[in-house]
């Protein structure tokens, strides 16, 4: 399912908005490092909104692709894992996260991931089968769940195998967010945790980005999500002169038909230059759009 894709393609949007909007008045370059650009370093949202999308689609892709944006919200508030899955951010473990964002894993709480708080016991050994074959009481985090959720007899069940624990229906579903003082353990006191794949877990499509340690303080271009070689330069323009257009359109209006040439007297022009050079001219495009008539967008290859 490609839909999720869009979401990405917004986030590249938003991204470039801003690290091209803040300029030096003295050089008129980027004040904005790509190289280094983090999510933490994005601005927060200005203007509320709610984007809900077919019920449908949504259960194609096994979470909710509805967006509902409140003022103060940052991209990772509002974009998730699944909406991200194409740039491979869920192919990495937390171990991988954490050295990207130079961070300890002993200093990131189990209470801080998401991924572990939201699985129960059953799901989480699914997602680490590496657990089936250790006994309950070698992992202290687990031990003290079971020893709070279960009454009588759980001094039987701590030499038991994990793997076989969970056969028990019951004990499958424990909760793993109940564990007793959550926060004192850290996402390395869980054998093989560190090590797997955000996209093993149960649910992974729906966690918010801000629930997943240390990746918002990992350059972008680190995650493959933004490219600073992919950047070109554009000129925004009003005037008179863009009327005067005689080439041919690269589309139009459905009240108008397409191959619309821009016939107002102040045309919207926007400006594209590029690296491309041939002999001694520098190639750009000019695009014009009739916003006032037709919504048509023109284009003409001009030389320096």
């Known amino acids: 399912m490609k839909l999720p894709f869009l979401w990405v393609v917004l986030v590249l949007i938003l991204l470039l908005s801003f690290a091209w909007g803040t300029r030096s008045l003295a050089t008129s370059t980027p004040m904005v490092n790509l190289e280094t650009l983090r999510w933490v370093d994005l601005p927060p949202i200005q203007t509320s909104a709610f984007y809900q999308v077919d019920t449908g689609l949504s259960e194609q892709v096994g979470y909710s692709l509805d967006k509902r944006i409140q003022v103060g919200d940052r991209l990772t508030d509002i974009f998730t894992l699944g909406d991200m899955a194409a740039t491979g951010i869920a192919d990495l473990s937390p171990i991988q996260i954490a050295s990207l964002a130079q961070l300890d894993l002993q200093d990131i709480a189990l209470s801080a991931f998401t991924h572990f708080t939201q699985q129960s016991l059953g799901s989480l050994v699914e997602a680490l089968p590496a657990l089936a074959k250790l006994q309950l ?3 202290p985090s687990l031990t003290d769940l079971v020893r709070s959720q279960i009454g009588e007899g759980v001094q039987d069940l701590l030499s038991e195998n994990l793997g076989a624990l969970v056969s028990n229906a019951a004990i499958a579903q424990l909760p793993l967010s109940q564990i007793p003082n959550l926060q004192t353990f850290s996402v390395a006191d869980i054998p093989s945790l560190a090590e797997t794949s955000l996209k093993a877990f149960t649910g992974w499509q729906g966690i918010h980005l801000k629930d997943i340690p240390g990746l918002d303080l990992i350059p972008l ?14 000129d925004l323009v009003w005037g008179a002169a863009e009327s005067q257009a005689t080439f041919q359109p690269i589309s139009g209006s459905t009240t108008v038909g397409f191959r619309y040439p821009c016939q107002q007297e102040r045309c919207a022009y926007i400006g594209l230059s590029g690296q491309g050079r041939q002999g001694d001219r520098t190639h750009s495009w000019a695009v014009f759009v009739d916003l006032n008539n037709s919504g048509s967008i023109s284009s003409e290859e001009m030389t320096d």
């Open 221 to 234: 271009a680190d995650l493959g999500i933004l490219s600073p070689s992919a950047i070109a330069s554009l």
């Open 137 to 139: 009481d070698e992992i």
